[in-house]
């Protein structure tokens, strides 16, 4: 049973859900955030814990060695969760270098770490251990209208630089496995959604534009398929993987929805038509643009669940609908959080940077 739980990039987005998530469910478990805080990190996240005694934020990263033999020595990891990374896309496709750093060279420091603690020092831990390495389905690269979901052992093809970053990163974790039999399992999901996500991506870009009557921007024709998955259900899948998952083993976790961008971008805008009925930017469909085409925009993904459906019966709790008038609530009875995120990083000048580069000006 897990005891002394290291969670990598916990003040990002899906890292500060699952602290919660962790905090919330396993009352025995000490969780350890480690996150360098960066543009997309924030102590913000992490604010009103449930029990916060049990947690323990260090600022650090993760390409760090000493800090890292550090951590695991004098907490006595018997788990990691990593969710540290460079995560945008778009930014992958300006700034790649930051994406093999922390993506590729961290998740290598990381193992290296956990290899000297559990299988090299003495005495060796009296608990069973495990590597968790959470990843993505962009791994696979991009599915035809016709093609059918990616499955665990769908070929992968990553195209853009943060998904090859990922791709080898995931190649690194069976690596160890296989090598050094360190106890790794990995996951590759789909589009997360939900509260604290970075308000670069598409879904909290949109509610936070659609608000302040700014542009909603479309890559390319909008006809661009997603699978949508509610982060709490993600939080809950890692962890059954975690607990009951079989060492050395992949699992693929989505929401099992194909909505294209265009129509998630006008849900949002009906539910905020809906929620906010005296805004002076209604329809704020009407604020839609379609911009210039991310460069290599892969097309369509989509999830096959079955192998953890069927092996640790789970599946998303959340349906696409509820989730999303949900997050638009969230983000309604959140504005400051939005103010202060904003105010803490590079958002302001990243968006000018990106939407100008595409013909907008969100
Ligand atoms: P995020 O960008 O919101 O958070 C990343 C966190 O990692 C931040 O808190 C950041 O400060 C931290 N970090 C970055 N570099 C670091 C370093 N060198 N050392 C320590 N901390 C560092 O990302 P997210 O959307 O929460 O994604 C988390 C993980 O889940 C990533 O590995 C991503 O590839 C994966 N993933 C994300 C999605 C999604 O839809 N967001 C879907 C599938 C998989
Ligand atoms: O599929 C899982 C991946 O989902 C994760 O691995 C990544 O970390 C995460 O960022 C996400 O990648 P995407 O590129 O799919 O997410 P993003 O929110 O950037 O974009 C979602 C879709 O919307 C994508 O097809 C591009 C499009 N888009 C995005 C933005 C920011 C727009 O049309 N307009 C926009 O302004």
Not at 28 to 42: E, I, P, R
Not at 66 to 71: A, M, T, Y
Request: aromatic share 10%; proline share 7%.
């Amino acid at each position: 049973m897990a005891k002394n739980v290291l969670v990598t990039g916990g003040a990002g987005f899906i890292g500060s859900n699952f602290v919660r998530y962790l905090l919330e469910t396993e009352p025995q478990v000490q969780v350890f955030t480690l996150d360098l805080l960066t543009y997309a990190g924030s102590r913000e996240n992490l604010k009103d814990l449930p029990d916060p005694a049990r947690h323990t934020f260090i600022k650090g990263d993760i390409c760090d060695a000493s800090l890292l033999s550090g951590i695991f020595n004098q907490y006595e990891i018997d788990t990691v969760v990593h969710f540290a990374a460079e995560s945008h896309v778009d930014r992958s496709i300006t700034g790649p270098e930051a994406f093999v750093r922390t993506n590729v060279n961290g998740t290598f420091e990381l193992l290296q770490a956990a290899r000297k603690a559990w299988l090299h020092e003495k005495p060796p831990l009296d608990e069973p251990v495990r590597f968790h390495h959470v990843s993505t389905d962009e791994v696979f690269g991009s599915l035809g209208p016709g093609d059918p979901p990616f499955t665990e052992t769908t070929p992968y093809s990553p195209r853009s630089p943060y998904s090859a970053s990922k791709a080898a990163s995931d190649h690194l974790v069976r690596a160890y496995f296989h090598t050094y039999h360190l106890p790794v399992t990995i996951s590759n999901c789909s589009n997360n959604y939900g509260p604290y996500q970075f308000p670069e991506k598409l879904i909290p870009l949109i509610i936070f534009n659609a608000l302040n009557g700014k542009d909603l921007p479309v890559y390319g024709d909008g006809q661009q398929v997603r699978d949508w998955l509610y982060v709490a259900d993600h939080c809950e899948a890692i962890w059954q993987v975690v607990k009951r998952g079989k060492t050395g083993e992949t699992y693929n976790i989505g929401g099992g929805n194909q909505p294209t961008n265009l129509e998630i971008v006008q849900t949002l805008c009906a539910i905020l038509d809906e929620l906010r009925p005296n805004s002076p930017h209604r329809p704020h469909a009407g604020l839609i643009r379609f911009v210039a085409d991310r460069p290599g925009h892969d097309r369509r993904y989509a999830m096959n669940i079955g192998k953890i459906e069927r092996e640790l019966g789970w599946r998303p709790k959340e349906n696409l609908a509820s989730g999303l008038r949900k997050t638009v609530q969230w983000y309604l009875e959140h504005t400051g959080w939005i103010e202060s995120i904003r105010q803490g990083s590079d958002l302001t000048g990243w968006m000018e940077k990106n939407y100008a580069n595409r013909g907008g000006n969100a």
